[in-house]
């Protein structure tokens, strides 16, 4: 179907589809004189996708000027490399130097954006990716840069309820220091281990509603959330940790909690049992 291509449009002439091995991406990156810094996470990711058979031909590959200047793609190339697979690929050749001053200058498709284009839902909002990430992230709380699009997708279409019956709990809360992504991303796990109906109690806790024997607990929780303003890493894993064992003392009926070192989840999710 090409009745929407004008009258006189010129097809493309330099570009070519090749299957990259990973002899040919060393070569290519050997002639590559200067680019910008490898971005180990960024390979990761990729190497991630190929391994999964997640990498797709698109339109993005690969960039060199008349001269041989690796203009576009060298993450790819150390992706392919690392992976140790061979990946076909749009090639493109003779492109202008200048090129590289517009090259990644768009808006990058957001993980909310990837989710609600292929649900076609514009009801999911950055709650439901936080909470997701999240609670993918466990208490490593690890987030930045950690997962494709394509895999965020594909874990929210398996986590969906979790996600969704989560965030549909915390949405009274309007204190943002409880209303976090760590938070929900520990209530998130505890779905496919706790009766809704306790979830919701202890939701219900959190928004200062109710009475439960583990109240003096959830009340600490939540005083701590509020005393500590910064969402750093490490005050991340300190809160899921807290949150993790307040929601273990709130299912045994304990008013207070004992804040040893964890070893393991609490709340595994089921890939990880």
Not at 38 to 67: C, M, S
Not at 198 to 209: A, I, M, P, Q, V
Not at 249 to 267: D, I, Q, R, S, W
Request: with cysteine.
């Amino acid at each position: 179907m090409t009745n929407f291509i004008p009258n006189g449009a010129r097809p493309c002439n330099n570009t070519f589809i090749i299957t990259v091995t990973p002899e040919l991406a060393k070569t290519w990156l050997e002639i590559n004189n200067f680019n910008r810094p490898k971005n180990p996470e960024t390979v990761a990711r990729y190497v991630r996708q190929i391994h999964e058979d997640r990498w797709k031909l698109t339109h993005q590959g690969i960039a060199f000027t008349k001269n041989g200047f690796l203009l576009d793609g060298q993450h790819r190339l150390f992706a392919i490399i690392e992976s140790g697979v061979s990946v076909p690929m749009r090639v493109c050749i003779n492109e202008s130097i200048d090129n590289y001053d517009v090259i990644d200058c768009g808006r990058n498709r957001s993980h909310l954006d990837v989710v609600r284009m292929r649900k076609r839902d514009s009801t999911i909002t950055s709650a439901h990716t936080l909470t997701l990430k999240a609670m993918l992230a466990g208490f490593s709380c690890r987030t930045a840069n950690r997962w494709s699009n394509a895999e965020i997708h594909e874990f929210y279409e398996k986590h969906s309820s979790a996600v969704v019956f989560t965030v549909q709990r915390f949405r009274e809360i309007s204190d943002r220091q409880i209303n976090d992504p760590t938070v929900r991303g520990v209530v998130a796990r505890a779905y496919y281990h706790v009766a809704e109906e306790s979830l919701e109690t202890f939701c219900d806790l959190l928004n200062g509603r109710g009475n439960h024997p583990s109240l003096c607990a959830v009340h600490a929780l939540m005083r701590c959330l509020r005393a500590w303003p910064d969402r750093r890493e490490n005050t991340k894993r300190e809160i899921y940790r807290r949150c993790e064992l307040t929601m273990e003392a709130f299912l045994a009926n304990m008013p207070g909690v004992g804040f040893g070192k964890p070893t393991h989840e609490l709340f595994p999710l089921p890939e990880e049992k």
